[in-house]
């Protein structure tokens, strides 16, 4: 191994070309990072500082000459932006075409480009290549992906810092970054420690996620097994596709929880699970284990997404949704796991699983019971489903967590409470009534802000409501069912204390449309006394008996 400094000029010059590797995380500096680097070197400079260290650049030299970037490829990355956008701002034919060379050779006697100086990851090569390194404007993409908005963005971010220099600074800029800037390069030639490298870099604390070591290990496993690499980068580039780099890591902390086959809710370390599953399940096999993990990441999307045809289950899956909490989805996930392997389940089964595990979970959200608790239905699903139990004992199972007769008297407490979890709860179930009352052909979406709604206000002022209401009735109607419904926009503050007829009003806002059914039936009420709020009430709670008890 051998580390020395090293000006940027030695690093982006003849004889020297780079790649990302395939197990290397993608391009995920932000706009904040970029800016932060070109305005830390601007401020160097401008102090006439002698050197500007960025840290260290630490590669691999294959065989071929060309080295593999195994730690550095943000900062190397970004700094090839800045010079692309000094290329493309300063006037000087000399200083344009020195730069060019610097991070997009071509031949003199031919006048071709040849490959960039660094070598992005596939997905990303073309807009690099022609967008940001040609100009050519056909490559900027319809639909950036997460990785190319960053590209894209961090390269207005440079222009807009630089643009308002004049030529002169930007040519001190440019000479000042070649020349007085600076990194520790350090290289090894031995390929195999590639992967050594990057878990030594992860021991010291910096942030790869679970992804990046997941990824790392089955390229490490792929040279070990001789399994194709191609492959692997190709299987592997889908499942960022498919889920978007940023949410692989809640992916796969859901799925190896879906995998659970014990009761145990102590997770072992996820790459450990995996690593483990490579092993043992799929021979060492990385394409085996991508190819599960990608049917999976199809089902987690297709739950996510809502994409079932069942317009029940749908209703279902939306209010699971709806409750902002994810700790369902690993049974459902290994439910339609199974069913992809599992030639007795239909998807029949599936809508009828849904329903029951909504029941049997939703009674526990109504009974607040905590995480653990709730728990406790779930990991049940989750052993029966992953030990391959015959499907009516996998709803027998869940149906023995269910309490009809204790859903049915906590419909009778206070159900709203400041938590979020519980707002939540609220929102879902009163969503819920909404959509039953529609048309059963279509499901009606919601967009904006939606509040809850208090129709005999939690604080109230007005003569109106303590005519109507003693102390001790406000205190027990306020927060129950019958008194919550509600409201799109502004009209829930608009709406504050005021007694009802003006209530009403603010309801029927906007060309006196309303935009739940929920909250529609309360504007065709006179009074809101005592008599029409606990009428109400009763009406609500009948309708999640008849929803949500299981017998």
């Known amino acids: ?65 060309i080295f593999e970037v195994v730690d550095g490829q943000q900062r190397l990355t970004t700094i090839s932006l800045i010079l692309a956008q000094l290329h493309n701002l300063i006037d000087d034919v000399n200083i344009k075409n020195d730069l060019m060379k610097r991070i997009f ?29 040609k100009g050519d404007t056909k490559y900027y993409p319809e639909n ?32 000042f970054i070649l020349k007085n800037v600076l990194v520790v390069f350090v290289q090894t030639e031995n390929f195999a420690s590639s992967f050594r490298l990057f878990n030594v870099l992860n021991s010291r604390g910096l942030p790869l996620t679970t992804a990046d070591l997941l990824k790392n290990r089955l390229f490490e496993s792929a040279e070990t097994v001789g399994a194709n690499v191609e492959t692997v980068e190709h299987q592997w580039a889908k499942f960022e596709a498919l ?35 490579l092993a043992n399940k799929y021979q060492g096999n990385p394409i085996n284990l991508l190819n599960s993990l990608l049917k999976s990441a199809e089902n987690y999307q297709k739950i996510k997404e809502n994409d079932f045809f069942d317009h029940q289950t749908r209703l279902n899956i939306l209010t699971l949704l709806e409750l902002k909490s994810d700790e369902w989805i690993p049974a459902v996930l290994a439910f339609r796991n199974r069913l992809v392997n599992d ?16 029941k049997v979970y939703i009674q526990s959200c109504f009974r607040k019971e905590i995480k653990s608790q709730r728990e406790m239905m779930i990991y049940t699903a989750l052993v029966s489903i992953n030990n391959d139990v015959d499907f009516p004992e996998v709803i027998e199972k869940i149906i023995a967590h269910a309490n009809d007769d204790e859903f049915k008297k906590n419909l009778d407490e206070p159900f709203y409470e400041p938590k ?43 003569d109106y409501w303590f005519s109507r209401f003693n102390q001790a009735d406000h205190q027990h109607w306020v927060h129950l069912l019958g008194n919550l419904t509600l409201l799109g926009g502004t009209k829930n503050a608009e709406s504050q204390n005021f007694d009802f007829e003006r209530k009403k009003q603010i309801y029927m806002k906007s060309d006196t449309r309303v935009s739940f059914d929920i909250t529609k039936d309360i504007c065709n009420v006179d009074d809101w006394d005592m008599d029409n ?19």
């Open 105 to 133: 050779p071509y031949d003199v006697y031919d006048g071709e480009h040849e490959e960039p100086r660094l070598k992005v990851r596939s997905n990303e090569l073309l807009l690099y290549t022609n967008y940001i390194l």
């Open 343 to 358: 030639k007795n389940l239909t998807e029949q089964d599936f809508d009828k699983f849904i329903s029951v595990f909504l």
């Open 420 to 462: 979020s979890l519980q707002v939540a709860l609220v929102k879902a179930t009163l969503l819920r009534i909404d959509r039953e009352m529609q048309d059963s052909s279509v499901i009606k979406s919601y967009s904006g802000n939606i509040t809850i709604e208090h129709v005999l206000p939690q604080r109230p002022t007005h």
């Open 533 to 551: 709020l606990m009428k109400r009430h009763n009406d609500l709670k009948n309708k999640l008996v008849n929803m949500w008890c299981v017998c």
């Open 144 to 175: 950036p992906t997460v990785v190319e908005s960053a590209f894209l963005e961090n390269f207005v971010v440079i222009e807009e810092f630089l643009k308002d220099k004049d030529q002169i600074a930007l040519k001190k800029i440019a000479q």
């Open 1 to 65: 191994m051998e580390a020395k400094e090293s000006k940027l000029l030695d690093i982006f010059t003849e004889g020297k070309k780079y790649f990302i590797p395939k197990y290397q995380r993608p391009y995920s500096w932000t706009k904040d990072n970029a800016e932060q680097l070109i305005e830390d070197i601007f401020n160097s400079f401008s102090a006439n500082e002698k050197e500007y260290f960025i840290g260290s650049l630490i590669c691999i030299k294959n065989d071929d000459g």
């Open 243 to 277: 889920l978007g780099i940023d949410k692989i890591d809640k992916f796969l902390t859901i799925h190896a929880i879906s995998e659970k086959k014990d009761r145990d809710r102590v997770l072992v370390k996820i790459l450990d699970a995996f690593s483990d599953n």
